[in-house]
């Protein structure tokens, strides 16, 4: 509970909009982007500048608060519901983008900027931010950072941690950090800003960061390939690796998404299929030119039933927007969608798909699958019902099932959604005592009092 | 002091070969590549494999030993030199490749294994691993991952750290901590790995190694151009970033240093010019003419004496292993060689040539300067004699001088070099107190008993 003294004091200093202490307010910052998790806080601050993020914080120590950053809540581990009441720190409000430095290729910008709008306004500087998480039109740089999120061009460029130069970071104790630079290259001290990149708000709070911009290809081509099994399409994927070709973009749909998909967005899927393929090149139009006539070579080696090259930018775009969609047209399919993000070194990608073709089958539950086929990075979703309480016990023992063949196989329980409060047991499993042990004292030694995001990513002892 | 007791249990372990302890022995493992610092440890071990490193730190916890891990000692920080005695833990006798996984596009080595070494290897099947540091001959990739090393291909390609998937670590306490993997993408759990990349010794043994590797660019052409004037040179670094052109290497030598190269290498260098640029870009060939071209372009505008386009894969490599044996001739025309590795925001990287030129000029010193330009890290090396006193004060106040402009302007003590013991004091200024703070906690969670390299990087209390 927060005093009224504290809330007023908040109101005053933020000002009354940027303070919400109704529950009728505050039941939309329960939750995120994570089904079956909310929780009430039990104030909300909306700071707009560091010097309201730093008081707000003092605030929460004074207190006792527990204190959850938030972006826009598009989350999919659960990482910023207030599940332990306390204060939700809304950072939506510091959306400036600060700098765009073409000197340095660097972008500075607060941490409530939303994602999609970074990369227009770096690209209408001719530079390129590739960082593109399915939630890129409404997901902050703010979440990003804390997520470590991936995206469609992860396979090529990477993900947020490869374009992270700097971040200002406001530790518990209201000590503000700042650590990394313009500097292409810096190794001055322990990687504080590789730390806290993918720490999911439980190490300090980011009022600031400055991002890498790299220039955009000039060209890109986009082909869709179908195939009548799902390990023929795993095959390709193997066989483009193996052809030394690295496509920005190498995604995967299963029919069940295929046919949510279709009705969704009506593209003309065929839906006898049993997956799909999305395959973006980039890069010197020669370049391009010549991975495009390579990939279609392997994919018709590897059996695939029909291959499509979007005929220009705008067929291509639509593709990229219908895969996209996905993860909405399959929560559109059931009263429940319980998303994954199952992770393996890419040579089992065809080993995974089959062991989630037959975990479906034993527990009898449908399950669209899709995701970042290149990364080895699959989103199995189970499309439920949690009234139905035989059909969720089934749906976690799937997911218990499938998590064990895939760290036996070097995998890793999440490849871009994170730990948050939904993963934790996957994770002690993971990495073991000895790696729990060492994240509870790295925990410990920026937030003693745990009152960062508390009870997230680490199991309790 | 080392019992005799635990010397014998040592060479009953490890076997004799693989433990000194005569100071004749041991004086060839008291320094590293850094002028100036040495030291004498107790005892030296070579452990050939992990049982056999985890009884020797089992020794050292027994004994109460300091332990100080060591590649091959080519770094310039001294963050090798045993300056508080004890235990030289080498691990150049780990050296096995353990594998290249054509499948994951990745290689999992021993920490001993040569950086060419891997080079090599992997190159042989096709693949590229880029990470190329001056000492790449002789340094190991341990080595590399515990001081983040970068080289001349960094700016491209970046540096050690953007190559490590999964680091296996003995802790202090002897667990064994397996972090990352053979995924593309791995958002579990706080990113030790990267924490671990560049910390220098001071939280952990690297006793295991993967690395991503990637398709070798298919062509590359190698460009000269010398400069009347350092500031056009600088001029130039500018000009061909914001023409959208990031070359695979992007070099510079001051005529010094050119001086000395070609006294050592014979390659007929104009010795009246004032600088040169050694530039190289990669990549599909069609991408490489065309950015020669603009290359060569922006060179012309920024006032470039003189252009030369190596003639053959013959000519550009003997360039470049003549920018490689840079410091080596500085390092034949004076007693003593002081090397440093100031970096700077692109954007400031004239007004730091300036800034050396002037400080060279005040303090009446003979500076030779190189560098990976493209990076902004620059490498001024003082030519001088460590007996004359008067010299070495004047050294030493270039460097205090040339620093707090450095921080000032945004760059960082160390591009890749590292802390170590040499600039501790810069660090501290650099990162401030609040920094300093957050470090002291990371080691102490770590390494409690601060047996671990202890007094490197972090200034003592």
């Keep these: 509970m927060i005093s009224q003294t504290a809330v007023t004091a908040l109101s005053e200093k933020l000002g009354r909009k940027n303070v919400l202490s109704e529950k009728e307010d505050l039941l939309t910052l329960g939750y995120d982007a994570t089904p079956g998790l909310s929780a ?28 959850v950053p938030r972006g826009s809540g598009t989350g999919l581990s659960g990482g910023s519901v207030p599940h332990k009441g306390g204060m939700v720190l809304c950072l939506g409000r510091m959306n400036r983008i600060l700098e765009i430095d073409e000197a340095n290729l660097t972008a500075t910008v607060e941490p409530g900027v939303i994602t999609l709008d970074l990369f227009d306004a770096v690209m209408a500087k001719g530079l390129f931010y590739p960082p593109d998480p399915g939630s890129q039109k409404v997901s ?15 396979l090529k460029y990477g993900v947020t941690r490869d374009y992270v130069m700097a971040l200002q970071c406001v530790l518990p104790d209201g000590s503000v950090i700042d650590t990394g630079g313009k500097n292409v290259k810096d190794v001055a001290g322990y990687a504080f800003k590789d730390l806290l990149v993918g720490s999911e708000g439980t190490l300090g709070v980011i ?3 400055t991002v890498r911009l790299i220039p955009p290809p000039r060209s890109k081509k986009t082909l869709l390939a179908y195939f009548d099994t799902m390990p023929k399409a795993g095959e390709a994927v193997t066989r483009i690796i193996a052809a030394r070709i690295i496509p920005s973009t190498l995604e995967i749909m299963d029919r069940t998404t295929m046919i949510c998909v279709e009705e969704h967005a009506g593209i003309g899927l065929p839906l006898e299929m049993a997956a799909l393929l999305l395959i973006e090149v980039d890069g010197h139009p020669a370049a391009v030119e010549e991975e495009a006539t390579a990939v279609r070579t392997v994919l018709q080696q590897a059996g695939a039933a029909e291959i499509k090259l979007a005929a220009d930018a705008d067929e291509a775009a639509s593709l990229a927007a219908a895969r996209r969609t996905a993860l909405s047209a399959l929560a559109r399919k059931s009263p429940t969608t319980i998303l994954e993000d199952a992770t393996v070194p ?9 062991e989630i073709e037959r975990l479906a089958e ?9 995701g970042h086929a290149g990364d080895g990075n699959l989103h199995p979703t189970v499309l439920c019902d949690e009234r139905d309480r035989g059909e969720m016990e089934r749906t976690h023992a799937f997911y218990e099932e499938l998590y064990e063949k895939v760290l036996a196989w070097g995998g890793t329980v999440s490849g871009e959604h994170g730990i948050g409060l939904a993963k934790k047991a996957f994770l002690a499993r993971q990495i073991g005592p000895a790696g729990i042990a060492v994240m509870r004292r790295i925990k410990n030694s920026f937030d003693p009092r745990g009152m960062l995001n508390p009870g997230k990513i680490i199991m309790e002892e």
């Design 40 to 67: 009430l806080p039990d104030i909300a601050v909306y700071p707009t500048r560091l010097e309201e993020l730093l008081f707000a914080l003092q605030v929460a120590r004074d207190e006792g608060l527990a204190v």
């Design 140 to 154: 902050t740089l703010g979440g990003n950072v804390m997520e470590n999120a991936g995206g469609l061009r992860g």
């Design 207 to 209: 009022s600031q960061i």
């Design 346 to 354: 890419r040579s089992k990608l065809a080993d995974t798909f089959a």
């Design 362 to 370: 034993k527990y009898r539950l449908v399950v669209g699958t899709f």
